[in-house]
């Protein structure tokens, strides 16, 4: 069973993507509502794979990324963004995302992008 990070400012969107995991038996490892804790949490579960938005206070998600991934170079991390963000989904992906997956969140493109970077 994949564990997984979920990183989201939004706690609706959390619970949202939580539900869709669970649901699919993925193991939720933890929540984190910024970038900052999305490292922090990342370091201390090291999970299988990340969910993570891109819009955030503190350490916006591509950051985050970053951070993240010159640390862990092998981690597996999937962007979440609105409409409408596809320059910055494209800097993300050059940061070395995995993929993306777009809101208002499809729980069959959510488990397809999963599934396919957990390979």
């Excluded at 949202?16 to 984190?32: P, Q, R």
């Excluded at 509502?33 to 949490?41: F, P």
């Excluded at 999970?47 to 891109?54: G, K, N």
């Excluded at 597996?76 to 320059?87: L, T």
């Amino acid at each position: 069973m994949a564990r997984i990070l979920i990183v989201d400012d939004a706690k609706f969107m959390r619970m949202t993507l939580s539900n869709i995991l669970i649901k699919a038996n993925y193991e939720v490892v933890g929540e984190a509502e910024n970038g900052v804790q999305a490292v922090e949490l990342f370091e201390k579960e090291k999970p299988d794979l990340v969910t993570m938005d891109i819009t955030m206070p503190e350490l916006n998600g591509i950051e985050a990324l970053k951070e993240i991934k010159s640390k862990f170079a092998d981690a597996k991390i999937i962007m979440c963004s609105a409409m409408g963000q596809q320059k910055m989904v494209v800097e993300a992906i050059e940061a070395g995302a995995k993929d993306f997956i777009v809101k208002p969140f499809d729980e069959n493109r959510v488990i397809e992008a999963i599934t396919r970077v957990l390979g």
